[in-house]
């Protein structure tokens, strides 16, 4: 008797026709192009890549039947430090498919296709992890955005996102940085690069400015639009070496992608230019501003495409001259206004998920163009939530300007849809926009990773939506980063250390 063999993709359910004919295009594409290995990652909790590079003809072995990886890859700190302890018995209990530092699965997505263009013929695929029985393992980041995406999709909602990510550019004082230091200077973490300045800053929007730029600028340009992400714009921004990337508008799974994506190429291309770019907050110097990553956000119908946060029909935009215009039923619909205030009313529980390391903490300060409270207003950027457009205009949509450049993308947007969509079925009221964001009688965000974590385990309809276990997961992990800070004796070099050479 012949018995079938069954590939690892079909005990996952995931051999379909559709993925069928992309890994076909793959191939054929990964052979006529020449390329001669392909590189196999994946986003692990703090939204860095982490994976392994096949060989071009063992590419179908991949999308096949996965490629095993250590599962405790799964369970780092940011530092790289394991903070489960998996040769203990009672990991099987509290992590079970953990245990033993056994193999998880990752299994490509052959839509993510991409040819890296600084790196000789190379192509590049995003996976996402497996348990060897073929189930999901449910603290894989992409997938816990994707369970949000289908909550919008049973009512016929999708999102669309619109990324502003500003970051930092420095120029290599050492363009080998780390290939040629002395093995004996090896540290866990690792030195940081020493650096220089690529502008000095002080000078919002400088075309001076972006001239002294422009040589790192248009290798990140020509890195992204190489890999066709949906770059608008390239801005000096106000701290010195500082600028800021924008992204036209995109689904959310795309956007979350296209993010992962950005940060590592440009990262991977700086450098070879000899730059080092960063998305650490607020890098380790004197005189800096911090970087964030503005989240613009609406939802959409699945069918017509419809804005539906935008005031658009004659009787919407009748409805909103009658609302005082601090209303959020004058610029939102009601829908809209019911989401904006399910955000306010999660703030404190997703903040964790905005701002993920201790570093980006420092950035919640009065009159810094950053949030510093729990609330939102018109147009306006000192605020947490930012309201952007109004009655008859289609792209009305709401800005969050709680996240830092290195959150995980798909914790980030996942948060927002459950926080949400909370607000719409609670039908929550949003209280009216301020003109003060910076008004002590407003309630505050969370002062330090530790205490966001603690507010994050607190909030009932996040924990129910993200799933209690990955919440339990996800706050150990990040504690271990808070408590190695807590225990550091020199704050700074910490930092150096763990998110200015890392992240």
Same mark, same amino acid.
């Given at each position: 008797?012949?018995?079938?063999?069954?590939?690892?993709?079909?005990?996952?359910?995931?051999?379909?026709?559709?993925?069928?004919?992309?890994?076909?295009?793959?191939?054929?594409?990964?052979?006529?192009?020449?390329?001669?290995?392909?590189?196999?990652?994946?986003?692990?909790?703090?939204?860095?890549?982490?994976?392994?590079?096949?060989?071009?003809?063992?590419?179908?072995?991949?999308?096949?039947?996965?490629?095993?990886?250590?599962?405790?890859?799964?369970?780092?700190?940011?530092?790289?430090?394991?903070?489960?302890?998996?040769?203990?018995?009672?990991?099987?209990?509290?992590?079970?498919?953990?245990?033993?530092?056994?193999?998880?699965?990752?299994?490509?997505?052959?839509?993510?296709?991409?040819?890296?263009?600084?790196?000789?013929?190379?192509?590049?695929?995003?996976?996402?992890?497996?348990?060897?029985?073929?189930?999901?393992?449910?603290?894989?980041?992409?997938?816990?955005?994707?369970?949000?995406?289908?909550?919008?999709?049973?009512?016929?909602?999708?999102?669309?996102?619109?990324?502003?990510?500003?970051?930092?550019?420095?120029?290599?004082?050492?363009?080998?940085?780390?290939?040629?230091?002395?093995?004996?200077?090896?540290?866990?973490?690792?030195?940081?690069?020493?650096?220089?300045?690529?502008?000095?800053?002080?000078?919002?929007?400088?075309?001076?400015?972006?001239?002294?730029?422009?040589?790192?600028?248009?290798?990140?340009?020509?890195?992204?639009? %190489?890999?066709?992400?949906?770059?608008?714009?390239?801005?000096?921004?106000?701290?010195?070496?500082?600028?800021?990337?924008?992204?036209?508008?995109?689904?959310?799974?795309?956007?979350?992608?296209?993010?992962?994506?950005?940060?590592?190429?440009?990262?991977?291309?700086?450098?070879?230019?000899?730059?080092?770019?960063?998305?650490?907050?607020?890098?380790?110097?004197?005189?800096?501003?911090?970087?964030?990553?503005?989240?613009?956000?609406?939802?959409?119908?699945?069918?017509?495409?419809?804005?539906?946060?935008?005031?658009?029909?004659?009787?919407?935009?009748?409805?909103?001259?009658?609302?005082?215009?601090?209303?959020?039923?004058?610029?939102?619909?009601?829908?809209?206004?019911?989401?904006?205030?399910?955000?306010?009313?999660?703030?404190?529980?997703?903040?964790?998920?905005?701002?993920?390391?201790?570093?980006?903490?420092?950035?919640?300060?009065?009159?810094?163009?950053?949030?510093?409270?729990?609330?939102?207003?018109?147009?306006?950027?000192?605020?947490?939530?930012?309201?952007?457009?109004?009655?008859?205009?289609?792209?009305?949509?709401?800005?969050?300007?709680?996240?830092?450049?290195?959150?995980?993308?798909?914790?980030?947007?996942?948060?927002?849809?459950?926080?949400?969509?909370?607000?719409?079925?609670?039908?929550?009221?949003?209280?009216?926009?301020?003109?003060?964001?910076?008004?002590?009688?407003?309630?505050?965000?969370?002062?330090?990773?530790?205490?966001?974590?603690?507010?994050?385990?607190?909030?009932?309809?996040?924990?129910?939506?993200?799933?209690?276990?990955?919440?339990?997961?996800?706050?150990?992990?990040?504690?271990?980063?808070?408590?190695?800070? %807590?225990?550091?004796?020199?704050?700074?070099?910490?930092?150096?250390?763990?998110?200015?050479?890392?992240?």
């Amino acid at each position: 008797m012949n018995l079938k063999r069954i590939s690892f993709a079909e005990q996952c359910g995931q051999n379909t026709p559709h993925r069928q004919a992309e890994v076909q295009r793959v191939l054929t594409l990964a052979q006529a192009s020449g390329l001669e290995w392909i590189r196999l990652v994946w986003c692990d909790v703090h939204g860095s890549l982490r994976g392994k590079t096949w060989v071009t003809s063992e590419l179908a072995t991949a999308f096949a039947d996965g490629m095993g990886m250590v599962s405790t890859l799964m369970l780092k700190d940011t530092s790289d430090r394991t903070v489960y302890k998996v040769f203990e018995a009672n990991v099987k209990t509290e992590l079970p498919g953990f245990e033993g530092a056994s193999n998880v699965m990752l299994l490509p997505d052959p839509s993510t296709f991409k040819i890296l263009s600084w790196a000789e013929k190379t192509g590049w695929l995003l996976c996402q992890p497996w348990f060897p029985n073929g189930q999901a393992v449910p603290y894989d980041s992409r997938r816990i955005l994707q369970s949000a995406l289908e909550k919008l999709a049973a009512k016929g909602w999708g999102m669309k996102c619109g990324l502003e990510v500003e970051f930092h550019i420095y120029k290599l004082k050492d363009a080998e940085h780390g290939g040629d230091a002395d093995p004996a200077q090896a540290s866990w973490p690792g030195l940081a690069p020493q650096v220089s300045m690529i502008h000095p800053g002080y000078n919002l929007l400088n075309e001076l400015w972006f001239d002294r730029a422009e040589p790192a600028l248009r290798i990140v340009k020509q890195t992204a639009q %190489d890999l066709g992400l949906p770059l608008l714009s390239l801005e000096i921004e106000l701290g010195p070496s500082q600028v800021e990337a924008v992204f036209k508008v995109t689904d959310a799974m795309t956007a979350a992608d296209n993010m992962v994506l950005f940060r590592s190429a440009v990262k991977q291309a700086l450098r070879r230019g000899g730059y080092h770019a960063t998305f650490m907050c607020r890098p380790p110097f004197e005189n800096i501003m911090s970087s964030g990553w503005h989240l613009h956000q609406s939802l959409f119908d699945l069918q017509s495409g419809q804005n539906l946060f935008a005031r658009t029909s004659a009787a919407d935009i009748q409805e909103a001259a009658g609302l005082q215009a601090n209303n959020a039923r004058h610029t939102l619909t009601h829908l809209g206004a019911q989401y904006l205030a399910g955000l306010l009313s999660h703030a404190q529980g997703i903040t964790s998920l905005c701002t993920t390391t201790v570093n980006g903490f420092g950035r919640f300060k009065p009159n810094a163009l950053a949030p510093q409270s729990i609330v939102w207003g018109l147009d306006n950027r000192g605020a947490m939530l930012r309201v952007v457009g109004g009655a008859g205009d289609h792209a009305t949509r709401i800005e969050n300007r709680l996240g830092e450049p290195a959150a995980n993308p798909y914790l980030y947007m996942a948060s927002q849809i459950l926080a949400g969509l909370d607000g719409i079925q609670n039908s929550l009221e949003a209280p009216l926009a301020t003109e003060a964001p910076y008004a002590e009688s407003a309630a505050s965000l969370p002062l330090t990773l530790g205490d966001a974590l603690a507010h994050l385990g607190q909030d009932k309809a996040l924990c129910e939506g993200l799933g209690l276990h990955f919440v339990r997961y996800y706050q150990r992990i990040k504690q271990s980063e808070q408590n190695r800070f %807590d225990e550091a004796e020199d704050k700074v070099e910490f930092q150096r250390r763990e998110y200015f050479s890392r992240i």
